[in-house]
C-alpha cells in the first residue's frame, strides 16, 4: 500500500480533533441550557401537584373532624401548644398526618423573611398554616371572658368553635397553605402552624409566596386546593386590619365600617 494511502487511512480513524471535541461539548452545554428551565418548570409544576393533594388531603381530614365534633373547626391549638394536641395531632386522626404535612419544596435549611428555618414536624416548622384566627380559635387565652370573642387590635372580633355552616363562602374562604415561621426584624418566633391574619404584616404570617417561584398553594373549606400566583397580590392584604381580600379569610366576609 502506498504511504499516501496509509496516511489517509490512518486520518480517517484518528476520531476527533481538539477542536470537533469542544464543538460538540459547545452543542450539548447549549442544549442544556436551553432544555433546563423547561425542566426546572416540569419539575415545579409536578411539586405544585402533590402540595396541592397534601392540602386537599389535610382539608379532608379536617372535615372528618367537624363530622364527629358538632360541625364544628378544630382548634389551631391547645392550652399550651408544646403538650397539647395542635390542629395537625387532631386532623391526622382522619388523614394520614407527617406524610402530609410536608410540601415537597421544603428540603433541608430554608430562608424566608432573613431568618432561617428546618421543616420539622411541629407548631414551629411544619410549614403549613391554618387560618386559625378565624377557623380554628381557641384557646389562645385572651378575649371578653364572657363571649371567648378576641380582636387583637383589629376591627373583626374571632369566636372560639367556629361553625362550618358560618361560612359564608366555602369554596373561597382559606383552609390551609403554604407558611412560614412567623418573623419580625428578621426574629424567628416559629409557630409556622397558623396562618393568622391580624398578623399577616406584622410577624409575616401569611401564605407563603417564595416556596413555588412566586405561588402559594392553599385549600379552601369546601376542600379543593389551588396554586396561587403571586399571594401578596392576590390574598394577603398589604396592611394589617385592613378589609383586602378580607373575603379569603373570614367566613363571615365582614368588611370594616
Not at 406524610?99 to 430554608?110: D, S, T
Request: hydrophobic share 35%.
Amino acid at each position: 500500500m502506498p504511504t499516501s494511502d496509509r496516511h489517509n487511512q490512518h486520518r480517517r480513524h484518528a476520531g476527533f480533533t481538539i477542536v470537533e471535541l469542544m464543538v460538540v461539548v459547545s452543542i450539548i452545554a447549549l442544549l442544556i441550557a436551553i432544555m433546563f428551565p423547561t425542566m426546572d418548570r416540569a419539575f415545579e409544576a409536578s411539586r405544585r401537584v402533590v402540595c396541592c393533594s397534601n392540602l386537599r388531603q389535610i382539608d379532608f381530614g379536617m372535615l372528618g373532624y367537624t363530622e364527629d365534633y358538632g360541625r364544628v373547626f378544630p382548634p389551631h391549638r391547645g392550652v399550651n401548644m408544646n403538650t397539647e394536641p395542635n390542629w395537625p395531632q387532631l386532623v391526622a386522626k382522619y388523614a394520614p398526618g407527617e406524610q402530609l404535612a410536608r410540601c415537597p419544596n421544603l428540603k433541608g435549611m430554608q430562608k424566608d423573611f432573613g431568618v432561617e428555618w428546618e421543616w420539622k414536624y411541629d407548631f414551629n416548622n411544619i410549614g403549613y398554616g391554618y387560618n386559625g384566627f378565624f377557623l380554628g380559635h381557641w384557646y389562645h387565652g385572651h378575649g371578653d371572658p364572657d363571649t371567648g370573642n378576641w380582636s387583637e387590635g383589629t376591627y373583626i372580633n374571632a369566636k372560639p368553635w367556629e361553625k362550618l355552616s358560618r361560612v359564608k363562602q366555602p369554596a373561597k374562604c382559606i383552609s390551609f397553605g403554604d407558611s412560614s415561621p412567623k418573623t419580625s426584624g428578621g426574629v424567628n418566633y416559629g409557630v409556622s402552624l397558623t396562618l393568622w391574619w391580624p398578623y399577616i404584616n406584622k410577624y409575616q404570617e401569611e401564605v407563603n409566596g417564595t416556596r413555588h417561584k412566586n405561588a402559594g398553594v392553599v385549600s379552601f373549606v369546601d376542600g379543593h386546593a389551588e396554586v396561587i400566583l403571586d399571594p401578596d397580590a392576590t390574598i394577603n392584604p398589604k396592611a394589617d386590619n385592613t378589609d383586602e381580600f378580607i373575603e379569603y379569610w373570614d367566613p363571615q366576609v365582614r368588611l370594616k365600617p
